[in-house]
């Protein structure tokens, strides 16, 4: 299973709201072409058919108000946005900010899908060790390892949305170009971002305590950090989203929190004033 971590930028994003990959590859070159006159049957071929249209887009960001100046505005410096957001504490307590919004971006993007890789989260790992209790087969989450997540979802949740919400339209044009970059030249992130944002509330909410189990390895290398590789017992929350199986482990309470600020954060993302 993943660590909470990767969840953390989602909330980032709802809380301020990636050219690690370039999918694209170029085109061939077009052949040379023979030089004699096309057939007579050519002058009444078909015209090519029309480029695709463009996707609408379902939640437009609206550009912040053009400043009475010649030069565009810079870009905040993303340590300094970050830091007055959520005060210097919590910044290097949680948060990778190298590459940041490349890796928020690629990371958003995973956490609708079965695996979120470590290797482009923007934050840090949790501190600690995931718990369970229980012996073979019958492990559930310890309800103590509940409390690894509660000083990020204090954190996050203390943030207030309407300012989370301004400073990411404000970044918006960066997040779009990473999400352009990530190997999507004809999304639009936030209609991604919202997608993603209702896979994560429709989260089910499982009887507690939930069961887990770590699956047979086979083969001779033996597991040196078994804790990282525990699954859910049930067969349908175990084909849930990396997202939602890290709002899973969280526990009740926190994922309760972070929903409510998620919806939040939808409200001022979106057109739309439902949810």
């Given at each position: 299973m993943n660590r909470l971590s990767s969840l953390v930028v989602v909330l980032a994003l709802a809380a301020i709201g990636t050219g690690l990959y370039l999918w694209l590859r170029p085109q061939p070159e077009p052949p040379t072409s023979v030089a004699e006159s096309p057939p007579a049957a050519a002058e009444s071929a078909e015209p090519p058919a029309p480029p695709p249209p463009e996707p609408e887009i379902q939640h437009p960001i609206e550009p912040p108000p053009a400043a009475e100046t010649a030069e565009p505005p810079a870009a905040p410096d993303i340590t300094v946005a970050m830091t007055g957001l959520l005060g210097r504490d919590a910044v290097l307590s949680f948060f990778n900010l190298d590459h940041f919004i490349q890796r928020a971006v690629a990371t958003v993007d995973n956490l609708a899908r079965p695996h979120a890789p470590p290797r482009v989260?923007?934050?840090?790992?949790?501190?600690?060790?995931?718990?369970?209790?229980?012996?073979?087969?019958?492990?559930?989450?310890?309800?103590?390892?509940?409390?690894?997540y509660r000083p990020?979802?204090?954190?996050?949740?203390?943030?207030g949305t309407d300012k989370a919400a301004a400073l990411y339209k404000q970044l918006y044009p960066q997040f779009q170009k990473a999400y352009e970059d990530l190997g999507y030249p004809r999304g639009y992130f936030n209609d991604r971002l919202v997608a993603v944002i209702d896979t994560l509330l429709a989260t089910p909410d499982p009887a507690e305590p939930v069961a887990v189990n770590?699956?047979?390895?086979?083969?001779?290398?033996?597991?040196?950090?078994?804790?990282?590789?525990?699954?859910?017992?049930?067969?349908?929350?175990?084909?849930?989203?990396?997202?939602?199986?890290?709002?899973?482990?969280?526990?009740?309470?926190?994922?309760?929190?972070?929903?409510?600020?998620?919806?939040?954060?939808?409200?001022?993302?979106?057109q739309s004033m439902t949810r």
């Open positions: 989260w923007p934050v840090n790992p949790t501190q600690g060790r995931f718990a369970v209790e229980g012996a073979a087969p019958g492990e559930r989450i310890a309800a103590a390892n509940y409390n690894r990020f979802v204090a954190a996050v949740t203390a943030v770590l699956p047979e390895v086979k083969g001779p290398k033996e597991l040196q950090r078994p804790w990282v590789s525990y699954e859910y017992s049930d067969p349908a929350l175990e084909s849930l989203t990396s997202g939602q199986k890290i709002l899973l482990r969280m526990g009740p309470d926190n994922r309760r929190a972070l929903k409510a600020k998620l919806a939040d954060f939808r409200r001022h993302v979106t």
